[in-house]
């Protein structure tokens, strides 16, 4: 019911500034909890951030705190992840996924995913 595609990952260096996107098809966008997870190489599928059905709430991992902000343009279906002062942990596959749920944080509690948008970090 819901197609997530995510765009806007690339190269960057140590310190710089990113913006992904992802595009959620249909009219059901607002139905659902939006979030952001990463996984790096050899690493688990980990928890970035993520807004509120109503785009009232967010919430983030302690590792993007204060550096990762997510917001909604709702009249474009868009999620977007911005991304500052960026390091080579940062460096992951970021995924844009859906929930059901109200305050959704591990990835079961999540019902529809993106294809994934790779985030390079060079120091």
């Known amino acids: 019911q819901v197609r997530l595609i995510e765009s806007g990952g690339r190269l960057v260096q140590a310190g710089d500034s990113l913006r992904l996107s992802c595009l959620a098809s249909?009219?059901?966008?607002?139905?659902?909890?939006m979030g952001w997870f990463r996984q790096a190489p050899g690493k688990a599928r980990e928890f970035v951030a993520a807004?509120?059905?109503?785009?009232?709430?967010?919430y983030y991992a302690d590792s993007v705190k204060g550096r990762f902000t997510i917001f909604r343009d709702s009249a474009k279906n868009t999620v977007i992840l911005q991304m500052k002062s960026l390091n080579p942990e940062d460096t992951a596959v970021y995924f844009c996924?859906?929930?059901?749920?109200?305050?959704?944080?591990?990835?079961?509690?999540?019902?529809?995913w993106g294809q994934g948008t790779q985030v390079t970090v060079s120091s």
């Open positions: 807004m509120s059905r109503s785009g009232g709430s967010t």
């Open positions: 996924a859906a929930s059901r749920f109200s305050q959704p944080t591990t990835i079961i509690e999540y019902d529809y």
């Open positions: 249909g009219r059901t966008f607002s139905d659902y909890t």
